[in-house]
């Protein structure tokens, strides 16, 4: 909650996780325009006891614009009262789209515009997103966990992180994410803080 320490509230708290995420499946985001609102004003410091004004932004959205020419809508809160960890995205385009619930990681919905039945186009009143339950063994990782229908965590994650790294290292093969991932993240995070200040356009200076 101290903006010396943290540098930001829910901008670099939350908002970066989806910023690397929309940027590992879509691209570099070149650009954005951002808003931001601290709902409170004041609060007791932790360490002094003393009230002082607060720095770091509780609520964050933006509209971003990606490399190849696609946009994005993004947003964050602390006071999104009844969720947990409702981390979310969604992508959509020409034949289709596809959704991800960070509170139930075992699923993956996705919608496809040009699905095919017996060599005829499917009657628009018969499609409808479709739930995928990804804990088969072809799924990326999961061949090395449990049978299929069990499902891994949230913790199962930090752990292939590290496995990807530490065989990165063995092999002499880059692994993602590494620090250029960090960075590029980061300056979206600095451009999307600069745009709420002015109001406008911000170039986020990532390379296409």
């Not at 034949?95 to 005829?120: A, C, H, I, N, R």
Request: with cysteine; net charge negative.
């Amino acid at each position: 909650m101290d903006v010396d320490v943290a540098g930001s509230g829910v901008t670099g708290d939350l908002l970066a996780h989806s910023i690397d995420t929309a940027m590992w499946l879509n691209g570099p985001i070149t650009k954005v325009v951002a808003d931001t609102e601290t709902f409170v004003k004041e609060r007791m410091h932790q360490e002094t006891g003393a009230v002082q004004p607060v720095g770091i932004d509780d609520a964050c959205m933006f509209l971003a614009r990606f490399a190849n020419g696609s946009m994005g809508t993004f947003e964050s809160t602390r006071y999104a009262r009844g969720r947990k960890n409702y981390n979310t995205f969604e992508m959509n385009g020409a034949d289709g789209s596809v959704k991800f619930d960070l509170e139930d990681p075992q699923y993956l919905d996705f919608f496809e515009y040009t699905q095919q039945q017996s060599g005829k186009k499917v009657e628009d009143h018969l499609t409808g997103w479709r739930r995928v339950h990804v804990t088969n063994s072809e799924h990326p990782y999961m061949d090395k966990w449990w049978v299929p229908g069990c499902t891994v965590g949230y913790e199962h994650t930090f752990i292939h992180a590290l496995a990807d790294f530490l065989e990165g290292v063995e092999s002499g093969t880059p692994t993602q994410p590494d620090f250029r991932n960090a960075l590029q993240t980061q300056r979206v995070c600095d451009a999307v803080l600069a745009s709420a200040k002015s109001g406008a356009w911000v170039d986020t200076g990532v390379e296409a």
